[in-house]
């Protein structure tokens, strides 16, 4: 909340600690904010793509934030939100280079995902939201926390998906991490049949939506667990005693 400084309220800076839960958990932009969804449902039928959406997100991310925030007191009102894509296009744009020269093979498998991060509304919105009221460290740490909290849940959709659909963990890691990741796939089930639903748009929404009731799950205990810890402690043993009658 901010503080009063005479007349002139004054907004304190957001903590460290605060930005690192809002973007990992309590504001997490594909769980809570549900924005990107597109390439959240597009591209998690594997670890590898999963993580390689993420990665190239979650530096979209820390980029454009730590951008906006030093431009912040240059570029007018009028012109911002045109100037803020600009720096989110010549963001994406970096992260393709690098994934062309070092994952080519990942950068053909993601497509037409990858430049679309430049309309991916979780960038845009925390340029607009945090990184153009905000210094610069702070900005920055906000872009990597979110990228991270979006990354995670990728990452452990990407793993749900491959392994009930294909029966597969950490399949073509080659693609991201080069020849040394050629041997890292596993198959926990064998060769069993598998769940054909999972890899396929319908398992996208389903299993986004099991790991949404997760989250809210596991807040309702949370809340419920604080809600408990604040109430007002009775002793063991104790009584009610009704007086009645004056006393002198």
Avoid at 19 to 28: D, E, H, S, V
Avoid at 65 to 73: A, D, E, F, I, Q
Avoid at 210 to 230: M, P, V, Y
């Amino acid at each position: 909340p901010p503080r009063q400084l005479g007349a002139i309220p004054v907004m304190s800076e957001p903590r460290i600690g605060d930005i690192a839960l809002n973007g990992l958990w309590k504001n997490n932009p594909a769980l809570v904010q549900l924005l990107g969804l597109c390439p959240l449902l597009a591209v998690s039928g594997s670890v590898v793509n999963a993580l390689g959406m993420g990665l190239a997100t979650a530096l979209v991310l820390m980029g454009t934030n730590t951008l906006v925030s030093m431009v912040r007191h240059v570029v007018p009102d009028t012109i911002r939100l045109p100037a803020f894509v600009l720096i989110i296009a010549g963001a994406v744009t970096l992260v393709e280079l690098l994934m062309q020269a070092y994952a080519y093979g990942l950068y053909e498998v993601l497509g037409i995902f990858l430049p679309l991060i430049t309309t991916n509304c979780v960038v845009l919105g925390r340029a607009e939201a945090f990184a153009s009221k905000n210094p610069v460290p702070l900005a920055a740490l906000e872009g990597l926390m979110m990228g991270l909290g979006f990354s995670a849940v990728l990452v452990v959709l990407g793993a749900l998906r491959e392994l009930l659909g294909n029966g597969t963990l950490f399949a073509d890691m080659q693609l991201l991490f080069g020849p040394m990741a050629a041997g890292w796939e596993v198959r926990p089930f064998g060769e069993q049949r598998h769940f054909l639903l999972a890899v396929l748009p319908p398992g996208a929404f389903l299993f986004t939506g099991l790991l949404i009731a997760l989250k809210n799950g596991i807040d309702t205990q949370l809340k419920a667990r604080a809600e408990a810890a604040r109430a007002p402690q009775v002793p063991a043993g104790s009584k009610r005693v009704r007086v009645t009658g004056h006393i002198s």
